[in-house]
């Protein structure tokens, strides 16, 4: 048992892109044993980089202990660090990459670089035991619909400005709402739109299999400083409007690339009328739908060391020379060698 | 009508082999939506079904080819167009040599230059949304989400979209079919297709985390 146990091989993966500050511990067969996550939340407006940044520096120690004691792994039996290379907020991302790189130094251990967006679809597979989805990634940072081919994640559609959360949080704001931190924006508008029954018409703009947000984010925050609506019915109506325009591009990617498994994920996946609606579509085309479970569809540590295990097992190592931050790296920058 | 038979379940519509009045036609029909809003629905349906048939006619003027359209049934949100016997420009691509693949996406670029300075933008420009016919007609369907403009933006984006269709489905020859593509459109009106390629890189640094805008930083 003892000799078994000393055999097994463990990644702590490092997630600091945006507002979250988490530390994820996996064992190389894809056990998540720990995913301990602390979240930076404003006092008001969005997130300031260099805030956020202060926060994740100020909670590093504390997150890191709380996942290694979590985990009951002792640190010098981790083989691998892994952590959010890009893309995301440069101070945020220095921060963790930071904490990445002395602990690899001290604990004498390899260092790899993971892409954020490839470290959310292959957590989301990892959870969802999913092999070949499409996946639909939406959070405060991104709105993509994905899929594996030829070696890499190809972007079939994708924001043209805004991100989703983003069109969320914004209109929340800017509608007087307020956030805490059980309660995020978009669990406010979520809540407040399951009361709204009026559709009011706001921009819709699909263009190919990219949407664009803005001009419906503008219209929204407009319409709430003149009070003519009831709160409600607008969040109901940008909810509607904003999820039909996203199912729109991910069935045009459904039925381009005919997969069987749909994917969502991203801190927007816990909405439950989006689940409806891209769970909807999935049906019509004969798809298998999975949702990502919350912990692991926001931003976490444990989709870093899990894919830190995937890379770090197929050659990819990060030099410390080489191992800065890469604040605009894209899905379809990064080989993917684990995929056959 | 014989009995149509289901060619292709779309997106956003299902597209059914008939025979009509002794010719061959495709019905597309725009199906409701479900995860939608009914009102919603409705307003997306009715708007593209009555604007693809204009477009797809407005395009021909503009010397185009698209299919001939018989009939326009708002109330069922479904239209009877020509059939086109022919090969999908996404197959062919992978078929062909790199000159031909070279001369094709010129002729392509051609036809959206012809179509842009007519004053639509596609919308959708997909290679499935592409078809030659045998004797090497080009064919352009699939408006749905097309529009009647002459600004630079909307051009901008319908390039963009075809060049990012390009990257994710023919990721082995985007770059030259692109290019390819472009010297064709540049044929039509030089000075425009120069501004239409800033528009592009603009558009490009617009979106999110782009080479370009990383090469600046």
Redesign the interface.
């Known amino acids: 048992m003892t000799r078994k146990k000393a055999r097994e091989r463990y990644c702590l993966g490092i997630e600091s892109s945006a507002d979250d500050f988490s530390v994820g511990i996996s064992t190389f067969n894809g056990k998540i044993l720990a995913n301990t996550i602390d979240a930076y939340v404003p006092a008001e407006g969005g997130i300031h980089p260099r805030e956020a940044a202060r926060h994740h520096a100020e909670v590093a120690s504390k997150v890191l202990d709380a996942a290694v004691e979590e985990s009951g792994v002792k640190p010098q039996n981790l083989s691998v660090i892994a952590f959010s290379q890009g893309p995301g907020l440069g101070p945020c991302l220095r921060t963790g990459a930071t904490v990445a790189r002395a602990l690899a130094s001290y604990l004498k251990i390899p260092l790899v670089g993971i892409n954020h967006c490839v470290a959310h679809i292959e957590i989301g597979k990892l959870k969802t035991r999913t092999k070949n989805p499409l996946t639909l990634y939406v959070s405060g940072g991104n709105t993509m619909v994905a899929a594996f081919d030829a070696g890499r994640y190809r972007v079939f559609g994708e924001t043209l400005d805004i991100a989703l959360g983003n069109c969320l949080d914004v209109f929340a704001r800017e509608a007087g709402l307020h956030q805490k931190p059980d309660l995020p924006f978009g669990a406010v508008v979520e809540k407040l739109a399951q009361n709204g029954k009026q559709l009011i018409k706001l921009p819709y703009t699909v263009k190919g299999m990219d949407v664009s947000l803005s001009g419906l984010l503008t219209a929204a925050a407009a319409l709430s400083k003149k009070g003519e609506y009831k709160l409600e019915n607008l969040c109901y109506s940008l909810q509607e409007t904003a999820f039909s325009m996203v199912t729109e591009v991910a069935e045009r990617a459904l039925a381009h690339t005919g997969r069987e498994e749909v994917l969502l994920t991203g801190g927007v996946a816990a909405n439950k009328r989006l689940q409806s609606m891209i769970r909807s579509v999935a049906m019509e085309h004969n798809a298998r739908f999975d949702v990502v479970p919350t912990r692991f569809a926001i931003d976490n540590g444990a989709m870093i060391a899990w894919t830190g295990v995937l890379a770090y097992t197929h050659g990819t190592v990060t030099a410390i020379e080489k191992s800065q931050v890469r604040l605009r790296w894209r899905l379809e920058e990064v080989e993917i060698p684990w995929i056959q | 009508m014989k009995r149509p038979v289901l060619m292709k379940?779309?997106?956003?519509a299902n597209l059914y082999l008939a025979d009509w009045h002794g010719r061959k036609v495709v019905l597309k029909k725009r199906l409701p939506?479900?995860?939608?809003?009914k009102?919603?629905d409705e307003?997306?349906r009715a708007y593209r079904t009555t604007h693809e048939p204009q477009l797809m006619h407005e395009a021909k003027k503009a010397g185009v080819p698209t299919p001939i359209i018989f009939l326009v049934d708002h109330k069922n949100a479904t239209v009877i167009m020509e059939y086109i016997e022919g090969k999908q420009v996404k197959q062919l691509l992978n078929e062909i040599s790199k000159s031909q693949r070279q001369n094709l996406c010129f002729r392509i670029g051609e036809l959206i230059g012809k179509l842009h300075e007519y004053g639509i933008v596609h919308?959708?420009?997909?290679t499935?949304n592409l078809i030659q016919r045998s004797e090497g007609k080009i064919f352009f369907l699939d408006f749905g989400?097309g529009d009647k403009t002459k600004e630079l933006e909307a051009r901008g984006?319908d390039l963009h979209?075809m060049k990012?269709?390009l990257?994710?489905?023919h990721?082995k020859f985007a770059r030259e079919c692109f290019e390819s593509a472009i010297e064709g459109y540049s044929t039509v009106r030089s000075e425009t297709s120069e501004k239409v390629l800033d528009k592009i890189r603009e558009?490009e640094r617009?979106?999110?985390?782009?080479?370009e805008?990383?090469e600046r930083?």
């Open positions: 379940k779309g997106a956003e939506k479900e995860y939608r809003p009102m919603l307003q997306i919308g959708d420009l997909t499935s989400l984006v979209l990012r269709a990257q994710s489905t990721y558009i617009r979106g999110r985390y782009v080479a805008r990383k930083e």
